[in-house]
C-alpha cells in the first residue's frame, strides 16, 4: 500500500479557508432565497407583501408582447408601492386585484387609458394586457386599487419561486442543508476540542517520560558517586596500613 502525503499546513489553510468560504456562500444564499419566498406573496392569493419592493411571479401569458417591459410566464416581476397612485401615466404596468372566473387574483396589465378630473389627478386607469387586442374592453382600475407598480422583470425566475414555495421544495433545497451545515460545525468543533486534550495529555506523557529519565539518570549518578567514594575510602584505609 502507498503511505498517504500528508497535507502541508500551508494547504490545510487553503483547504480550511475554502470549506469556509463555501460555507458562507451557501449560508448567504439560504438568507437571499427565504427573503424571497417569504417576501413574496402565494401564488394563489390576492394580496402583495407589505413590504416596499414586490415580487411577483407572472402565471399567465396577458403580457407577452413585443415591448422591451412585457414579459412571460415564469418571469419575475420586481414591483414597488407607487408613491403617488394619482400620477400614473400611459404606458405604465401596474398591479391590482381583479376577478377572474369569479376568483379575486392579483393582476398586472398595462395602463393603456387615464381619465382625469379637473385638477388633473386620475381618477380612473384603464388597463390591458400586452398579448389582449387593441380592441378588447380595457379593465377599469381605481387609483386606490393599485397595489404596485413594474419596475423591471428577471427572465425564468418565477417558476424557481413558485416550486421554493412549496413546503417539501423549500425544506429540501434549503432546511436540509442548513440543519446539514450546522451538524457539521458542531462535529468539527466537537473535533477540534478532542484533538486539543489529546495533544495536552501527550504533552504531559512525555513530560513525564523526561521526568522519568532525569530521575534514572540521577539515581545512576549518586549510585557511582558513591561507589567512587567507597572505593577511595578503601584505597585511604591500605594507606594507612602500610
Not at 395602463?111 to 387593441?134: C, H, S
Not at 521526568?211 to 539518570?217: H, L, T, V
Request: one cysteine or more.
Amino acid at each position: 500500500m502507498k503511505n498517504k502525503k500528508k497535507l502541508t499546513p500551508k494547504q490545510k489553510k487553503i483547504i480550511d479557508i475554502s470549506v469556509i468560504c463555501l460555507q458562507v456562500a451557501i449560508v448567504i444564499v439560504a438568507i437571499v432565497i427565504s427573503a424571497i419566498v417569504i417576501a413574496n406573496p402565494i401564488t394563489s392569493s390576492a394580496k402583495v407583501s407589505g413590504a416596499k419592493t414586490k415580487l411577483l411571479p407572472v402565471l399567465t401569458d396577458s403580457m407577452v408582447g413585443d415591448n422591451k417591459d412585457s414579459f412571460n410566464p415564469g418571469d419575475l416581476i420586481i414591483a414597488t408601492t407607487p408613491k403617488d397612485p394619482f400620477a400614473l401615466k400611459e404606458g405604465d404596468i401596474i398591479t391590482y386585484v381583479g376577478t377572474v372566473n369569479g376568483v379575486e387574483e392579483l393582476i398586472t396589465h398595462r395602463i393603456v387609458g387615464v381619465m382625469l378630473d379637473a385638477d388633473g389627478k386620475a381618477i380612473t386607469y384603464y388597463t390591458l394586457g400586452d398579448a389582449q387586442p387593441e380592441d378588447s374592453e380595457a379593465l377599469p382600475v381605481m387609483p386606490r386599487g393599485v397595489l404596485a407598480v413594474y419596475k423591471y422583470h428577471l427572465k425564468g425566475v418565477g417558476n424557481a419561486i413558485n416550486w421554493l414555495q412549496n413546503d417539501r421544495n423549500f425544506l429540501l433545497v434549503i432546511v436540509i442543508p442548513l440543519v446539514a451545515l450546522f451538524v457539521y460545525n458542531i462535529i468539527v468543533f466537537v473535533k477540534m476540542i478532542m484533538e486539543s486534550k489529546m495533544d495536552k495529555v501527550k504533552e504531559a506523557g512525555a513530560g513525564a517520560v523526561v521526568d522519568e529519565e532525569e530521575i534514572r539518570r540521577k539515581a545512576i549518578e549518586e549510585y557511582l558517586a558513591k561507589q567512587n567514594l567507597s572505593a577511595t575510602d578503601q584505597d585511604t584505609k591500605e594507606d594507612k596500613t602500610e
